[in-house]
């Protein structure tokens, strides 16, 4: 049989998190307890490494040695999407100061995402943040809808009055590629003061 770690390798990459289920998955023919005895074997050769529960990775070595996985990758492949799949998206101050609407750079990261299983709970931190928030989203995200709930969620959260001619420029763009039958079909999930202030952008000339 081909070596275990090459065959993960050559299906996810090296310094890639790789989900325990995925890795049980690339070996169909092979039983859990021995798939998680070669997945132990390669932990103490140091060929894998662990980041946390249930997600591993193969390390790329750099001039100082192995690389770290960056958690930002463990975020997007839990939460955000995979290839051209989008589940999800970072919500809530970290998507204010992404979109250059606040100088705010929380240490909370906030994810809203298909894979929460609840309305609204806290998940283990990881990566430096000091708590990480997991949203359900108001209704399912996909690749192309994905632009305009994070536009709705900036409109329902910041009012244009609180923005200054920069900030009021950055989300001028942010919906200069938006499509307008999209964010109205999207915004008939949000409160009112959402569908308010869509009219108020509009009438800024914001969302033209």
Known sequence: ???????????????????????????????RVTTF??????????NMERFGRGVYFIPREGILGKVPLLPLKVVKKKYLGEGDAVYGYISGLNLENEAGVSPQVPATLEVTSNKASRR???????????????????????????????????????PLASLDD???G??????????????????????AKTSKRLLESEAAGVFA
Do not use: Q
Not at 37 to 46: D, K, Q, V
Not at 122 to 145: C, H, M, Q, S, V
């Open 1 to 31: 049989m081909e070596n275990f770690v090459d065959i993960l390798r050559e299906r996810f990459g090296e310094d890639e998190p790789i989900l325990s289920d995925e890795i049980i998955a690339a070996f169909p023919d092979v039983s």
């Open 166 to 168: 920069r900030e009021l």
């Open 120 to 158: 609204i709970r806290e998940i283990e931190p990881f990566g430096g943040w000091r708590k990480i928030t997991l949203r359900a989203p108001r209704t399912e995200i996909t690749k192309d809808n994905v632009d305009a709930l994070r536009f709705l969620d900036l409109l329902t959260n910041v």
């Open 170 to 191: 950055n989300l001028k763009r942010l919906s200069g590629s938006l499509d307008r039958g999209t964010v109205m079909r999207c915004v008939r999930h949000y409160p």
């Open 37 to 46: 005895n070669r997945l132990n074997a390669a932990l103490e050769e140091g």
